[in-house]
């Protein structure tokens, strides 16, 4: 097994520039900012109507991070990178709200969560250049890569090889094999025979990069599985730590993968690529397995879909579609975060 050589000093996998908050990646705060973002839209970060938002979203879904601090420091004068970063947001006038056209549709509800993911799942590359001014290190070595998408096949290949059992990524895996290998143009046999003998202790790491040496960095890293993880590509099981927890796929089939991985994406335009993989099946059978997935899962489910179903004649709320097997009974405000199943409350949508 070869040793990986890092390609640069200061390599790393990085969700965002600065600090990860893995919470603002849970769809509800995400999605809720975002909507915040679009009511205001061509006002500046640090106007009142968008702290009054702020507080809204912060207190509606419990969020642990502070998201309003003062009208001055609110969570956008570190973290609008997060939205940034995921083509949300324009690099324009400073200061100044502008959303990119990807960004309004999912504000608007033209997209549903899992089109959305779909697509940053497909286009995501490191380097971002939507957030990083200095990518200088990366292009002297010509290094850039699709992080999900790595992801995503080494699961596919691990299962198609080691078998279902052992069809998982630990964030640890991640971080001390899959990072360092990557950066060294890493070819899928290397991956998925690393993590094979580090599972079977017959890996010595001790001389391999360290890529993420700050615990800022490991946390970083990790952001990648829960982004997965929180649109539904993986679910996980607790290991009693947060390196050892593992992650598998969900909701996705191995041709679904290979599907993906199909589709040419040469555009720069993420709204352009949506429309491509909207086109395709993919984003409506997660959606559908997601579905059959919660109604076997979450006790009484099945009761509860079939009473908001008639309650709103099978109708998405948002987009009036009317396809049963893609359309999920939705709390506006999420079990989760202490919503309620009062009826009057509790749209369906895709």
């Excluded at 570190?78 to 690099?91: A, D, I, R, T, V």
């Excluded at 919660?294 to 179903?309: A, D, G, S, T």
Aim: glycine residues 6%; proline residues 5%.
């Amino acid at each position: 097994m070869r040793i990986p050589k890092k390609p640069f000093p200061n390599y790393k996998w990085r969700w965002a520039v600065y600090t990860p908050t893995e919470s603002l990646n849970d769809p509800p705060i995400f999605l809720g900012i975002l909507r915040v973002l679009r009511l205001n839209e061509f006002k500046n970060f640090s106007s009142k109507d968008v702290n009054d938002g702020l507080e809204v979203v912060q207190e509606e879904t419990d969020s642990t991070v502070n998201l309003v601090r003062s009208q001055e420091r609110n969570i956008f004068r570190n973290s609008g990178q997060y939205w940034k970063g995921l083509g949300m947001l324009e690099n324009g006038k400073r200061g100044q709200i502008i959303l990119t056209p990807f960004g309004r549709k999912l504000a608007d509800g033209e997209l549903t969560q899992v089109e959305f993911a779909t697509t940053i799942v497909k286009t995501l590359e490191l380097p971002n250049r939507r957030i990083e001014s200095d990518t200088s290190d990366w292009d002297k070595v010509g290094l850039s890569f699709k992080p999900f998408e790595i992801i995503l096949e080494i699961l596919s290949s691990l299962e198609e090889r080691l078998g279902s059992f052992e069809a998982y990524i630990t964030p640890e895996e991640l971080i001390r094999i899959i990072i360092p290998l990557a950066g060294d143009n890493g070819q899928m046999d290397e991956y998925i025979e690393a993590i094979y003998l580090f599972r079977n202790g017959e890996l010595d790491l001790s001389e391999w990069p360290d890529c993420a040496p700050e615990s800022n960095d490991k946390r970083m890293a990790r952001e990648f599985l829960l982004y997965l993880t929180n649109y539904g590509f993986c679910n996980s099981i607790s290991r009693g730590s947060n390196l050892k927890d593992e992650y598998f796929l969900s909701n996705i089939s191995l041709s679904e993968i290979d599907e993906l991985f199909a589709i040419e994406t040469n555009e720069t335009e993420l709204d352009r690529i949506e429309r491509i993989i909207r086109s395709s099946q993919i984003p409506a059978n997660i959606e559908r397995k997601k579905v059959v997935r919660e109604v076997l899962e979450r006790p009484y489910q099945n009761q509860f879909r079939k009473m908001i179903m008639e309650a709103y004649q099978s109708t998405c709320l948002v987009t009036g579609v009317r396809l049963e097997n893609v359309l999920e009974a939705a709390h506006i405000k999420p079990i989760k975060h202490k919503g309620d199943d009062n009826i009057d409350t509790i749209p369906i949508s895709v």
